[in-house]
């Protein structure tokens, strides 16, 4: 836990402080997000999360609900992070992704971020495709070469169930995490945004991709106990009870998870408090999703119940 705390506290040598004032920016930019984007503070966190923990996520909701100008608010915040946008459509081929293909010369080979829209309405030959350059940021053109990427963010307004193409499921299974985007809800914050400008005014606050970098490193120091393993079991076998099934793949990948969340709330030991953000990275189908958060929300308050 030491290197973790030092880190996170302050550091030592050249990171002297310097956490801590990348956290507090972090923090301001965040703010300036869910002042412009109402009611969208998880997403806004899973976007952060996601980005720090180099996971992927998928956001669903129907048109016009700030899925993807979320995202592309928050490149703005950060100096030299390279952002590719896709339109997915029925005829869109793997290679129409490439930078050699696209007008600007930027695609998925040569960004860090990758913002997908309507990312099932692709062919299933493309979208499979892309598993190389999920799992382990390698593309074939022809040749295998490593890419850059940090995070591929894919949109949908089509929600998966248990009819979905079981074809797509390794693909699917790669987006650690599944966010469902709902309109805005409370008649205050419904006023407030028939009153918010159109164009986002991210106020010159800005972080730049070493910084990001420096986080990545630093939250994946954060200490992760037995305790909070007996916790996650727990949970997995009472998911397993309900017929919702998590791959290994995920169950590992999801500890990268955690570790974000607990070093986002200024700790360097995971608490049981931070599997709550599991609630977004556990499901398969949509009907999966109340039971996840139930069991979560179940198991984690007796854990904290018991140690009271």
């Known amino acids: 836990m030491e290197a973790a705390e030092q880190l996170i506290h302050g550091g030592t040598g050249n990171n002297n402080g310097k956490i801590e004032l990348i956290m507090k920016k972090l923090d301001e930019i965040k703010n300036c997000l869910n002042s412009q984007f109402l009611e969208r503070g998880e997403a806004v966190d899973i976007i952060i999360s996601a980005i720090l923990s180099k996971k992927h996520s998928i956001l669903i909701g129907e048109p016009g609900l700030a899925k993807t100008a979320i995202l592309k608010a928050l490149t703005k915040h950060v100096r030299g992070l390279k952002l590719f946008d896709f339109q997915m459509t029925p005829a869109a081929d793997v290679n129409d992704l490439l930078s050699k293909n696209t007008k600007n010369k930027r695609g998925i080979d040569n960004c860090d971020i990758a913002l997908i829209d309507e990312f099932f309405k692709g062919p299933h030959s493309t979208l499979n495709s892309l598993l190389a350059i999920m799992n382990e940021r390698i593309i074939y053109a022809p040749e295998p070469r490593k890419i850059p990427l940090i995070s591929l963010f894919a949109t949908s307004n089509e929600k998966p169930d248990k009819s979905s193409n079981s074809n797509l499921l390794p693909l699917y299974d790669r987006f650690l995490f599944r966010k469902e985007i709902l309109p805005i809800n409370e008649k205050g914050n419904f006023k407030k945004l028939l009153e918010i400008q159109n164009d986002y005014n991210f106020k010159n606050m800005r972080l730049n991709l070493n910084d990001i970098n420096l986080l990545t490193r630093a939250s994946g120091s954060v200490y992760f106990s037995d305790e909070i393993f007996n916790v996650l079991y727990e949970i997995r076998e009472e998911l397993k009870n309900k017929q919702v099934i998590v791959s290994d793949r995920r169950w590992k990948e999801v500890i990268r998870i955690i570790k974000v969340n607990a070093f986002l709330n200024g700790r360097d030991f995971v608490k049981t408090e931070d599997i709550k953000i599991l609630e977004s990275s ?27």
């Not at 308050?301 to 009271?308: D, P, S, T, V, Y």
């Open 282 to 308: 556990l499901w398969t189908y949509y009907s999966d999703i109340r039971a996840v958060k139930n069991i979560i929300k179940r198991v984690t308050a007796q854990r904290l119940e018991e140690k009271q």
